[in-house]
């Protein structure tokens, strides 16, 4: 069967975001001043062929961990659509 796995990748909390930051100053040239605070990160969609969705999952960590995030610079959360 096959599973849409999306992974949500996005920088840590504590750390600065600068392309954040350039759209945040993009949006105060823009007159846009009620926005608090921009991050920006990454939104893949893994088309998994698995025999269920626990497997679907694990692949797809895999993959996040080994590639698609960088441990020290971001987070990553999954979720089977």
Request: hydrophobic share 45%.
């Amino acid at each position: 069967m096959t599973y849409t796995v999306q992974v949500k990748v996005m920088p840590l909390k504590d750390l600065l975001d600068p392309q954040g930051k350039a759209v945040m100053g993009g949006l105060q040239n823009l007159g846009i001043n009620n926005v608090g605070d921009v991050r920006i990160g990454k939104h893949i969609d893994l088309q998994i062929e698995a025999g269920s969705k626990e497997a679907a999952l694990t692949a797809a960590d895999e993959a996040a961990k080994k590639l698609l995030a960088n441990p020290v610079m971001e987070y990553y959360e999954l979720a089977v659509l």
